[in-house]
């Protein structure tokens, strides 16, 4: 059974930086299209960035496009998402996800494994 697992969340100032992990006990992370979504109280999941299968494009959510970074390292089986300049409106809790798409993709819909997601906090 297919688990993805995020790690690296807390708590951090306005302007600080986090570094998010998602990796699982196979090869899903190294194989798929993978994308961070976030889901903040009291609104829907929303996309946050993804990259394709083959790692040559990635996608941003035009809110943290030039602050988050997406990346993938292939021999450790582990995605990330560098998150710098954090403001008080990327509090959430951030889900990492895996799907069989070509391409990276925005939608919900295109992923089929979701991890359980991590807490991220900033502070003003």
């Known amino acids: 059974q297919v688990q993805l697992v995020e790690s690296g969340g807390g708590l951090v100032q306005a302007g600080g930086s986090l570094r998010l992990s998602c990796t699982d006990s196979?090869?899903?992370?190294?194989?798929?299209?993978m994308g961070w979504f976030r889901q903040a109280p009291g609104k829907e999941r929303e996309f946050v960035a993804a990259?394709?299968?083959?790692?040559?494009?990635?996608l941003y959510a035009d809110s943290v496009k030039g602050r988050f970074t997406i990346s993938r390292d292939i021999p450790k089986n582990t995605m990330y998402l560098q998150m710098n300049n954090l403001k008080p409106e990327d509090t959430a809790v951030y889900y990492c996800?895996?799907?069989?798409?070509?391409?990276?993709?925005?939608?919900?819909?295109?992923?089929?494994?979701w991890g359980q997601g991590t807490q991220v906090t900033v502070s003003s």
């Open positions: 196979g090869r899903i992370v190294s194989l798929y299209a």
């Open positions: 990259i394709s299968r083959s790692g040559g494009s990635t």
């Open positions: 996800a895996a799907g069989l798409v070509s391409l990276s993709s925005r939608r919900t819909s295109d992923y089929d494994y």
